[in-house]
Nanobody, 126 residues
Framework: QVQLVESGGGLVQAGGSLRLSCVAS????????TGWFRQAPGKEREFVAA????????SYSDSVKGRFTVSRDNAKNTVYLQMNSLKAEDTAVYYC???????????????????WGRGTQVTVSS
């Protein structure tokens, strides 16, 4: 079992920045890849970014590429999502997720993830 807790969300003006954190506990001695997803009201949960266990591979959705950066510090059991140049359309609840299916490949589909956090709200005012 892995428990994931997100933090760092909040209200920010368009053009601003936020850094989300996802802290893992439990089965952290096993390597896993981590993804960030988001869900806006009335919409399906969508992929945002993913990173492998060693951080050697990363993937981003087209909508955030060039603005968001995913990173991790395995010594702290923490994965980060740095979000810059935020837009109103980035408003959503952001979730982190972990998968043990592969620690060396990035997964973009939510069905590939075994564990999920409860999410943190990001609101961008225009």
């Amino acid at each position: 079992q892995v428990q994931l807790v997100e933090s760092g969300g909040g209200l920010v003006q368009a053009g601003g920045s936020l850094r989300l954190s996802c802290v893992a506990s439990g089965r952290t001695f096993s390597s896993y890849s981590t993804g960030w997803f988001r869900q806006a009201p009335g919409k399906e949960r969508e992929f945002v970014a993913a990173i492998t266990w060693l951080g050697t591979l990363k993937s981003y959705s087209d909508s955030v590429k060039g603005r968001f950066t995913v990173s991790r510090d395995n010594a702290k059991n923490t994965v980060y999502l740095q979000m810059n140049s935020l837009k109103a359309e980035d408003t959503a609840v952001y979730y982190c997720a972990a998968t043990f299916k592969s620690s060396t490949s990035v997964r973009r589909s939510r069905v590939d993830y075994d564990y999920w956090g409860r999410g943190t709200q990001v609101t961008v005012s225009s």
